[in-house]
């Protein structure tokens, strides 16, 4: 374990951090292991994280075509909230605020967890009847929320705008106040120093081209840009590409991607307390620690490969803060970005085995999927060890596109970030 003292940080202080140990290894692939990971990303780091620390499994590699969390990992607006409304949902992200709360001590790497509250805006009675909802909901499933009034609301994030006779009023709003926002990139780095520590070779630059199953129809290994990697067992978790990886397989999945942008101003002093979402207008802030403020919207319309996304998005995304946050008028955007995102029909994930022996797949987070890194990493690690499904995450099958046994978070919220 790596030693981050006073001492230590004071010495290569003195000697221009020249002497740091790399924070991971990069060897070459070996010919075959026990489990491949396609993906680099926040889930499939921490998934071979938690397959090493927790089951035992060291001859693991995780393959990544880009850069460590260069996908969505290092692309979103880092919201981290458990309020949905279902059951199974409650189970999940849950399982993930619990991890949450200890992953710098886990990981001995500060991945910057600020449980500075989630405040979801109400704007008509819909929104009111919904939140509410919600809340009920949750306290059955234990998941803290409560119901603010507009002045409240403003009490807890003093630039929010309740007039009454504004674009958007707001007419109360729901507040998770153990969600908040933690560092996407460290996040990323934690578990893959976590996992090379514990012997899980890291490949990067190391693009997966095919799925390769032998004549039982199991997974035999993988072909890359770096030569075959024989595996029997294959976890796919590759977000906004993972129909491309499964069709590799010969497995269709109920998936559609679609480019979801977001922006930063310049920076300004600390000005915004907490993390504002409004799934109306579909526009969502809060407050970096380097004093950007940090803007979400809503996915295109169409399903794309393109990251660059369309600009009306997040024009209307602005118009909304501006109209909510009227301090914020003048503020300059620093830059815009996108990802793509991995939708399934009722916006809930797909955490699951699959058909194929041998390959396992977790995707589907769409726009909401940074929050549920942990929880999510630790089932998926859990089925791929036992070749069963944690008891957390068995709801969240790919079967269920087919038995209709939806988990339908896009008709309970209408969005889900
Ligand atoms: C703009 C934006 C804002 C968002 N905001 C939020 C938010 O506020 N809160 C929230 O909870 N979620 C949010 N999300 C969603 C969240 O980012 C994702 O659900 C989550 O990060 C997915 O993590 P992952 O590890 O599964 O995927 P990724 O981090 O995308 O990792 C998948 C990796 O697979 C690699 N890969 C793909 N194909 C191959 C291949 N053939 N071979 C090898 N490697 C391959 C990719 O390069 C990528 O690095 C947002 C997403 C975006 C784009």
């Known amino acids: 374990m790596r030693k981050y003292s006073i001492f230590a940080v004071a010495r290569e202080a003195m000697r221009g951090h020249k002497g740091w140990p790399k924070q991971w290894t990069s060897p070459e692939p070996k010919k075959q292991y026990d489990v491949v990971i396609i993906g680099g990303g926040g889930h499939g780091l921490g998934t071979a994280y938690y397959l090493a620390s927790k089951h035992g499994v060291r001859n693991i590699a995780v393959l990544e075509k880009g850069w460590l969390g260069g996908g969505n990992t290092g692309r979103n607006t880092t919201i981290i909230r458990s309020n949905y409304l279902y059951d199974e949902s409650a189970g999940l992200y849950n399982h993930a605020i619990k991890l949450w709360g200890d992953l710098s001590q886990e990981l001995n790497y500060n991945v910057m967890y600020s449980a500075r509250g989630v405040m979801m805006l109400a704007h008509n009675v819909h929104d009111v009847q919904g939140a509410q909802r919600h809340i009920h909901a949750n306290r059955l499933n234990g998941v803290q929320n409560e119901w603010l009034t507009p002045e409240q609301a403003k009490a807890y994030c003093p630039p929010l705008n309740i007039s009454q006779t504004a674009r958007y009023p707001v007419m109360g709003a729901a507040l998770q106040r153990v969600g908040g926002v933690a560092r996407h990139d460290a996040v990323a780095w934690g578990y893959a120093r976590g996992a090379s520590d514990l012997g899980v070779d890291i490949i990067q630059n190391c693009e997966v081209m095919g799925i390769k199953r032998g004549s039982n129809g199991a997974v035999e290994g993988v072909e890359t840009t770096r030569g075959f990697i024989g595996s029997k067992k294959v976890g796919v978790v590759a977000a906004g590409h993972s129909s491309v990886l499964m069709q590799m397989a010969g497995v ?82 620093l830059r815009s970005w996108g990802g793509i995102v991995d939708v399934t029909p009722d916006r809930s994930p797909i955490l699951a085995k699959t058909p194929v022996p041998g390959l396992y797949v977790n995707c589907g987070w769409g726009t909401g999927g940074f929050k549920a890194t942990p929880g999510s990493a630790d089932v998926f690690a859990h089925t791929i060890a036992n070749d069963a499904p944690h008891s957390i995450n068995a709801p969240f099958t790919l079967e269920r596109f087919r038995t209709g046994r939806l988990i339908d978070e896009a008709a309970a919220a209408a969005v889900a970030h």
């Open 252 to 333: 269709r999945m109920p998936l559609e991607s679609y480019p979801l942008q977001a922006l930063v101003s310049e920076p300004v002093k600390p000005v915004f307390p907490c993390v504002v979402m409004s799934n109306t207008v579909h526009a969502y802030i809060s407050q970096s620690d380097k004093g950007e403020l940090v803007i979400g919207a809503g996915t295109d319309q169409y399903t794309s490969y393109s990251p660059t996304g369309g600009l009306h998005i997040i024009s209307h995304t602005l118009d909304a803060i501006c109209e909510m946050f009227p301090i914020f008028t003048r503020m300059k955007m």
